[in-house]
């Protein structure tokens, strides 16, 4: 795919601090310009191998996170994160084999966890809420990025993993959907993996119903809006063979 590189200042242009790193938190501010300042191209090229086959074909495969996995089955039957987590992390294996400078076990911890949250909040907003209108700023999403940094905090302990790390996991978490900028490598790969699950046809048969849109309609939105904001280009690269796959097999240029 040829994406246009785009300097990190010229995609912030016109947005002052507080909108161009999404926070009144100095350091959390100091870490989304940070990371901008160390990977000015946009997308973030790839060092390593870029996959683009479905994700059916590289399952998630780290059997260290089956404990985790196995602390979490009560989050996982709220809103399809049975079916969106697993499929987010293994595009998030994906990712950090095509850059391979990253934390790989922040990344894949994060991604699992990332939405369990949603498991704590009133189901019965979920859907008129989180999926609706200017939805990205509903109070249930912040409450669903809160929530799960507290399954992290509650369920990573146990399992071995650091406070230090713990709160690494919980810095990305939180903000995942609220946040407009990365702040780091493992949160733009975390943030790329959770939007690279809709593009293949197990999300977007499920993400369609939730907003309420047609397979044609939404896949139409997949290309006009969720590609712009893939940071790197690893996650382009991926989103744009599943996004032909699947439209060619749903026969979205004809039904619609
Ligand atoms: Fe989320
Ligand atoms: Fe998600």
């Not at 049975?82 to 595009?91: G, K, R």
């Not at 994060?110 to 609706?132: K, N």
């Amino acid at each position: 795919m040829t994406t246009p590189k785009t300097p990190v200042a010229d995609a912030d242009a016109g947005t002052g601090t507080g909108a161009a790193t999404g926070t009144d938190n100095p350091a959390a501010a100091a870490a989304a310009a940070a990371f901008a300042a160390a990977y000015p191209v946009r997308p973030v090229p790839a060092p390593g191998p870029v996959d683009t086959a479905p994700i059916a074909a590289t399952p998630a495969e780290l059997e260290e996170l089956d404990s985790l996995w196995q602390a979490v089955v009560h989050e996982t039957r709220t809103r399809g994160n049975d079916i969106h987590l697993p499929i987010s992390l293994a595009f998030a294996e994906r990712l950090c084999r095509a850059y391979p400078e990253a934390d790989a076990e922040l990344v894949r911890v994060a991604t699992l966890l990332h939405d369990t949250g949603w498991a704590h909040v009133d189901e019965s907003r979920i859907i008129s809420e989180g999926f609706t209108g200017d939805w990205r700023k509903a109070t249930i999403r912040y409450e669903h990025e809160k929530q799960g940094c507290g399954v992290a905090r509650r369920v990573l302990p146990g399992l071995g993993y650091s406070a230090e790390f713990i709160e690494r996991v919980c810095a990305i978490i939180d903000g995942h959907d609220t946040r407009p900028v990365a702040q780091s490598l493992e949160d733009a790969l975390m943030r790329d993996a959770d939007r690279l699950w809709r593009f293949d046809q197990a999300g977007i048969a499920l993400a369609s119903s939730w907003f309420k849109m047609d397979p044609a309609t939404y896949t139409d939105r997949l290309a006009t809006e969720i590609i712009p904001e893939l940071i790197t280009q690893a996650a382009h690269d991926m989103a744009t063979a599943d996004l032909n796959r699947s439209t060619a097999l749903l026969k979205t240029a004809v039904i619609r």
